[in-house]
């Protein structure tokens, strides 16, 4: 039979081209809130690192109605760091928006998630956003999205797909761009019309795919996923299996069981094929773990993770500052923490080394990973993290390194910086196009080469150029890239920093702290020019002498010192460098912190 009454989309596309913002009016529009409740903008982001950075991390799922019919909706990332989330949930839609800028058109990402559509034959409904851009090349982003489509081999259905011309922040939509729209009922329509009612058998026995993990301090874990034949209960019967690991089985009982109305889970005593549903009771449930009934006990195939490209080595915080202001400090905690993270994210791998203080953390990308560590230490964690570092492979005895696609739109007078530093970085360029006033340039880069350039890139383009990657593939290695031509400037002392230390000081190079600051002997506080790292007293004091007054170092001026972000400390480490990461502060340190032993280390080469 067909479920009429249900239609499960999911909504893809690059960054920033405005999918939690067309979902609030969805929702909005799809009688979730009352008439009068207040709303607030992108209400899908529910992190507090999502709001603060307008970007989606996490899928999220939730449902709106339209005549009578229960649209169920799974907002996914944009960007390129988090693509683990979106290959997984379009494992649990029959169709899916694809939302392009109205003025950007295709993008990086955009071709990555559409193509993974595709490779699923997933319906496709375009939705070109943003139309009341002044600057909407509305007929032009049609023929790229016709064009993207060929490119990737699409069938003739997909080709065909409807087009739909919205304005997410206003909450209209229409079929022709010429007229505009009063509501997204033309969007609503598509959806009901383009999106076939699932083929479901009520009858067979149970089975359901976990495309998603979430965790309650309550009840533990609770899984989500479409219910793929059958029904499931409370109190139920099941057996979990992987189709990717042989031999993985476990018996156990549903708990509770979960729809998604709105942005609530109702409790529901069963539920039916074609449903996506959350559950719980099951202690080891992990994503792509399939819900069986015992007597019928038969995986769904499971889409393969594209596997992680960049590591970092995080560790238990052995400064002299050490568990001064975190809440959990020990080995014990941080392993706990990072392994339960790996439940929950499929593109983040998490390993033991050698050191029992220490865990080898693999994710898809810089900014993977940077959330993970602004995440731990929001929730009150201390840790250390070494320089991110790219992972190689080695194929018939050559080693191969991960490339990456950077696509950035510059002003006409800013592609000579570009195409200057991609000769650094190794960078190769593909295409090079007029979009608009602007240039669109195209490079393949290798994936160490991108360390510390996005935040080069804004400076050298004054904060008007648009940067995006995305990975490409594993190429031979490239040869050497200069990481930093700068060195560091090294505190020489334990103690707190002073005006007149700090003037000294900043004449060696830029600084990163203030007076007031307390610093340990070996402590980063600043930046040299110079290749080399220079030692600094940032907390001498000046003797007073009868012909030197007290209040004469009110004549010292101070520059602004330069505050890191936790991306620019990551890009800026070497390797003989580590972030030291705390709820307050995070800190750029030496491995080793004594002078002495250091230079003794250098000398002999072994830092």
């Given amino acids: 039979m067909k479920r009429t009454d249900i239609r499960n989309v999911a909504i893809i596309a690059h960054v920033d081209h405005g999918k939690t913002t067309l979902v609030n009016e969805l929702l909005k529009q799809g009688g979730i809130f009352r008439d009068n409740q207040e709303v607030m903008d992108r209400v899908m982001d529910s992190g507090d690192l999502e709001r603060e950075r307008g970007i ?6 939730t449902s709106a109605f339209y005549k009578g019919i229960k649209i169920n909706i799974v907002d996914t990332p944009g960007h390129a760091d988090f693509g683990g989330e979106v290959e997984r949930v379009l494992k649990m839609v029959n169709g899916v928006l694809v939302l392009v800028d109205a003025c950007e058109g295709p993008m990086p990402q955009t071709r990555f998630v559409m193509q993974k559509a595709l490779e699923l034959n997933q319906r496709l409904i375009i939705v070109v956003n943003k139309i009341d851009r002044p600057d909407a090349r509305l007929s032009e982003v049609q023929d790229e999205i016709l064009e993207l489509l060929f490119d990737l081999n699409a069938n003739d259905d997909q080709i065909d797909s409807p087009v739909i011309f919205c304005s997410g922040r206003a909450g209209t939509a229409t079929t022709d761009y010429k007229v505009p729209g009063k509501d997204l009922t033309p969007l609503f329509d598509a959806i009901i019309e383009h999106f076939e009612p699932q083929e479901v058998d009520m009858d067979a026995p149970l089975q359901m795919l976990v495309s998603s993990i979430d965790y309650n301090e309550y009840v533990g874990r609770i899984g989500i996923g479409r219910i793929e034949r059958g029904r499931m209960a409370v109190n139920q019967d099941v057996c979990t299996c992987n189709y990717n690991i042989d031999g993985k089985q476990a018996k156990g009982k549903l708990v509770s069981i979960y729809q998604i109305e709105g942005l609530n889970r109702v409790q529901v005593e069963d539920a039916k094929a074609g449903d996506i549903v959350c559950f719980s009771g099951l202690e080891n449930i992990s994503i792509g ?32 500052f050490a568990g001064k202001e975190g809440k959990f400090v020990t080995t014990r905690h941080l392993r706990d923490r990072l392994f339960r993270e790996m439940l929950k994210d499929v593109s983040l791998r998490v390993e033991e080394t050698d050191s029992a203080d220490s865990y080898r953390v693999c994710g898809r990308g810089e900014m993977h990973l940077s959330i993970l560590i602004e995440t731990m230490r929001r929730g009150g964690y201390e840790f250390q993290v070494g320089a991110p570092k790219v992972l190689y492979k080695e194929e018939n005895g050559v080693i191969l390194e991960p ?193 002495e032993t250091r230079l003794k280390r250098k000398a002999k080469g072994l830092e």
């Fill in 56 to 61: 989606t991390i996490l899928a999220k799922n």
């Fill in 403 to 595: 490339i990456e696609k950077l696509v950035v739109d510059v002003p006409e007078d800013k592609t000579g910086t570009v195409f200057s530093s991609m000769g650094v970085r190794k960078g190769e360029l593909i295409q090079m196009e007029n979009v608009g006033s602007r240039i669109r340039l195209e490079f393949k880069v290798p994936a160490r080469g991108l360390f510390g350039y996005k935040s080069q890139f804004l400076t050298e383009t004054r904060g008007e150029g648009v940067f995006n990657t995305i990975f490409y593939g594993y190429e031979e290695y490239k040869g050497d890239i200069e990481r930093r031509s700068t060195g560091s400037l090294v505190a020489f002392e334990t103690g707190e920093a002073v005006t007149y230390g700090l003037f000294n000081a900043q004449g060696r190079g830029q600084l990163f702290i203030g007076a007031g600051t307390k610093v340990y002997e070996g402590m980063i506080v600043g930046v040299s020019p110079k290749n080399e790292d220079i030692s600094v007293n940032v907390c001498k004091k000046k003797h007073l002498t009868n012909t030197r007054a007290s209040g004469s170092d009110d004549a010292l001026r101070l520059e602004t010192p330069k505050l890191m972000s936790l991306e620019e400390a990551m890009e800026f480490i070497n390797d003989d460098e580590m972030l030291e990461i705390t709820p307050l502060n995070i800190r750029l340190r030496k491995k080793t912190l004594d002078t």
């Fill in 289 to 320: 773990d399939t819900l069986c009934a015992p007597e019928c006990v038969e995986p769904v195939p499971f889409v393969k993770i594209s596997e992680p490209t960049v590591e970092m080595t995080f560790s238990v915080n052995d400064s002299p």
